[in-house]
């Protein structure tokens, strides 16, 4: 049973930085494709940000240049790093991965941003 876990969602300020932790239990990334999405209660999930392979990165265009996706495969973890944070940021992240031909959900974390 492969398990997604999303860490690191916290109340920020505008303009203020955070990094979310995305891992897995019972199966690791590897090299799998790995998205970051968020969603706010009434609209839908929407994609941030996702990577693939070692580096292959892509980015919504509400996030360019303020959000860094990454991945550390020693550790299996995938991180959002979150600059220049503005209140329409605010959401629940939830990351999302596809092992053994199927996609996993995490629970979510969920990001304040407020003054």
């Known amino acids: 049973q492969v398990e997604v876990v999303e860490s690191g969602g916290d109340l920020v300020q505008p303009g203020g930085s955070l990094r979310l932790s995305c891992t897995t239990s019972?199966?690791?990334?590897?090299?799998?494709?790995v998205g970051w999405f968020r969603q706010v209660p009434g609209q839908q999930r929407e994609l941030v940000a996702k990577i693939a392979g070692i580096s292959t990165t892509d980015y919504a265009d509400f996030v360019k240049g303020r959000f860094v996706i990454s991945r550390d495969n020693a550790k299996n973890v995938v991180y959002l790093q979150m600059n220049s944070l503005k209140p329409e940021d605010a959401a629940v992240y939830y990351c999302?991965?596809?092992?053994?031909?199927?996609?996993?959900w995490g629970q979510g974390t969920q990001v304040p941003v407020s003054s």
């Open positions: 019972g199966a690791p990334f590897r090299f799998n494709a």
């Open positions: 999302k991965t596809r092992i053994y031909d199927s996609d996993f």
